[in-house]
């Protein structure tokens, strides 16, 4: 997928076959229901930031999910891909969802900020540097949360995905570029010794690793009590 001279119908394909995929394996139903959900209100709104968003099936599933729950949310969607973008700005538009084409750097330089910060399956494609990079934006863009979901390296991972998938996807990328990403994947150890201060890493069924940063609490400034002044 990320040559740029892959078959163009394999790659259409592949970004459409991402929602089935990611419903078995992001555990992304999950992370709404516990991490993302309870944020949210119906009266006042909250801002989430998908980075490396592809095909852009996990902003959809977020925004749909938060208006069949009466909540307010709005979700930017960002991916530097050409290609990912056109397909993801192609499909149906839905209410408080937006498509960009652009790094978290970009946003980071235009100072935007917002509520939750999140992304899947991205951090297996980054070198130190990057991973680095990714995770101080992320603490510049988000005002409260910042959740980076990702596969745990593991041989029974990628047993399960090659069996799982082997009579399916076979014109796109799906299956290939699945077991390339579990070989690129860290396992719990490994991100757990990369993760900055504030950062935390949670091992998730099956075969799951979030990495999890909130932003620190700020102390309200006491009020000063009054006293009564006495003769």
Not at 13 to 39: E, M, Q
Not at 102 to 125: C, K, P, T, W, Y
């Amino acid at each position: 997928m990320d040559d740029p001279n892959c078959d163009a119908e394999a790659l259409q394909r592949t970004y459409a076959n991402f929602r089935y995929v990611n419903a078995v394996v992001s555990g992304l139903r999950h992370t709404y229901r516990r991490d993302i959900r309870p944020r949210l209100s119906a009266g006042a709104e909250t801002s989430l930031l998908d980075i490396g968003s592809g095909g852009g099936d996990v902003a959809r599933s977020l925004a749909r999910w938060a208006a069949r729950d009466g909540l307010r949310l709005t979700v930017t969607a960002i991916d530097p891909d050409a290609r990912a973008h056109a397909y993801a700005a192609g499909q149906p538009p839905l209410p408080g969802l937006e498509f960009r084409r652009a790094l978290s750097s970009d946003l980071v330089a235009a100072g935007e900020r917002f509520d939750i910060v999140l992304s899947n399956h991205v951090l297996h494609h980054l070198g130190g540097a990057e991973l680095g990079a990714l995770l101080v934006d992320s603490e510049r863009l988000s005002r409260g949360l910042a959740l980076h979901g990702d596969i745990e390296r593991s041989p029974l991972a990628y047993l399960g995905f090659g069996l799982g998938t082997w009579p399916f996807f076979r014109r796109s990328f799906i299956r290939a570029d699945g077991l390339t990403s579990i070989r690129r994947s860290f396992t719990w150890r490994e991100l757990a010794a990369v993760a900055p201060p504030g950062w935390a890493v949670r091992r998730e069924v099956p075969y799951r690793l979030i990495l999890r940063w909130q932003a620190p609490a700020i102390a309200e400034p006491r009020r000063a009590e009054g006293r009564r002044a006495h003769a």
